[in-house]
């Protein structure tokens, strides 16, 4: 039965991947757990990224609330909410974001961010056929969160670390974290990231624009699918 899931979900994530490709649009999974602060950053990016058309699929369980805060900052915004008629599922799968597309005009957009159900636990699992994924971990959530969740902190090439703000004011050491960090995952590009201070907003801005900007070849690499990622 898991094999048949997972075996569907793959053929749709590929149908999504092709038409993201047909269309230019470069798709970023935006995957975290509740609160460490997605939808504030993706608010965030979207008042700097005022010369880029973005797209954007929300993804809750429940209400509108995510899409009403992203409302009226440029974007084009499809709502996805999961109990109706997907079962209350606390990720995103291909399917799902297939029927959020109908939504949106792909050709009209560079950039599509799909901001999934927040859960640490199956996001990681579904591919929706995005070009790569970004993390958002806030700082509230410990130093031991990569090792407890490595298959979310694997699967990430990007992950902001949210919340700096606050390291003045917690118990928290972010050199474990790192550490804890790089033994699951040594290769993905970090960014410290703060709304209230605009920490790293402007950086995480600079690494949404280089994957939508294809070299003169149109190479798979300018489309996000490889690229040279940084150490904390």
Not at 139 to 146: D, L
Not at 149 to 169: E, G, T, W
Not at 183 to 210: H, I, K, M, Q, Y
Request: hydrophobic residues 40%; charged residues 25%.
């Amino acid at each position: 039965m898991l094999e048949r899931i997972f075996d569907e979900n793959d053929h749709t994530a590929a149908a999504n991947r092709a038409d993201f490709d047909s269309a230019g649009v470069t798709a970023i999974n935006v995957m975290s757990s509740p609160g460490a602060g997605k939808t504030s950053l993706l608010a965030a990016a979207l008042r700097i990224l005022t010369e880029t058309r973005v797209g954007i699929v929300e993804g809750d369980i429940e209400t509108s609330i995510d899409a009403d805060r992203l409302s009226g900052l440029g974007a084009t915004i499809s709502l996805l909410n999961t109990a109706n008629g997907f079962g209350g599922e606390c990720h995103l799968d291909a399917p799902m974001v297939r029927s959020a597309l109908s939504k949106l005009d792909l050709t009209a957009l560079d950039l599509l961010l799909i901001e999934n159900v927040g859960n640490l636990v199956c996001p990681a699992e579904f591919s929706v056929g995005e070009h790569a994924r970004a993390m958002v971990y806030s700082v509230t959530e410990g130093e031991e969160k990569p090792l407890k969740y490595p298959v979310m902190f694997r699967s990430a090439d990007l992950i902001l670390v949210n919340k700096v703000d606050l390291l003045p004011h917690l118990d928290y050491d972010i050199d474990i974290f790192f550490r804890n960090l790089r033994a699951v995952n040594p290769t993905a590009a970090v960014l410290e990231t703060s709304t209230r201070t605009g920490r790293g907003v402007a950086d995480f801005c600079d690494w949404l624009r280089t994957r939508c900007t294809p070299d003169p070849e149109g190479s798979a690499a300018a489309r996000g699918d490889t690229t040279a990622r940084s150490q904390p």
